[in-house]
């Protein structure tokens, strides 16, 4: 499996929209989206697993990101609207072969490979 590679983040005001991707490859398993703010743990914030067609968010961004992939299944997308001061991080995707992420999908330490960072800025 290849590193995977995300891009998409920028600064936009707060109730704005960004869309961050992330190229996949040759992945079986999951695929997720986790931030990272300074002084702050690494948190998972959405998840799939395409096997299944199955999506998984963290209450803080429910309703307002969609986690979702391509036909092709080589790109990973977060659609992320109405963005808040709080959702401010560096964004990170990630994949996992086999089932053994979906004991829980949005815990970092299920992930075996990442990608760089992208970083989104939301001001108030």
Same mark, same amino acid.
């Given at each position: 499996? =290849?590193?995977? !590679? =995300?891009?998409?983040?920028? &600064?936009?005001?707060?109730?704005?929209?960004?869309?961050?991707?992330?190229?996949?490859?040759?992945?079986?398993?999951?695929?997720?989206?986790?931030?990272? =703010?300074?002084?702050?743990?690494?948190?998972?914030?959405?998840?799939?697993?395409?096997?299944?067609?199955? &999506?998984?968010?963290?209450?803080?961004?429910?309703?307002?990101?969609?986690?979702?992939?391509?036909? =092709?299944?080589?790109?990973?997308?977060?659609? !992320?609207?109405?963005?808040?001061?709080?959702?401010?991080? !560096?964004?990170?995707?990630?994949?996992?072969?086999?089932?053994?992420?979906?004991?829980?999908?949005?815990?970092?330490?299920?992930?075996?490979?990442?990608?760089?960072? &992208?970083?989104?800025?939301?001001?108030?």
């Amino acid at each position: 499996q =290849a590193q995977p !590679m =995300a891009s998409g983040g920028g &600064t936009v005001q707060a109730g704005g929209s960004l869309k961050l991707s992330c190229v996949v490859s040759g992945n079986t398993g999951c695929l997720a989206w986790f931030r990272q =703010a300074p002084g702050r743990e690494r948190e998972g914030v959405a998840g799939i697993y395409p096997e299944a067609a199955s &999506t998984y968010y963290a209450a803080s961004v429910k309703g307002r990101f969609t986690v979702y992939q391509d036909n =092709a299944k080589t790109t990973l997308y977060l659609q !992320m609207n109405n963005l808040k001061p709080e959702d401010t991080a !560096m964004y990170y995707c990630a994949t996992a072969r086999g089932r053994g992420c979906l004991r829980d999908i949005l815990k970092p330490d299920n992930y075996g490979l990442w990608g760089q960072g &992208t970083q989104v800025t939301v001001s108030s």
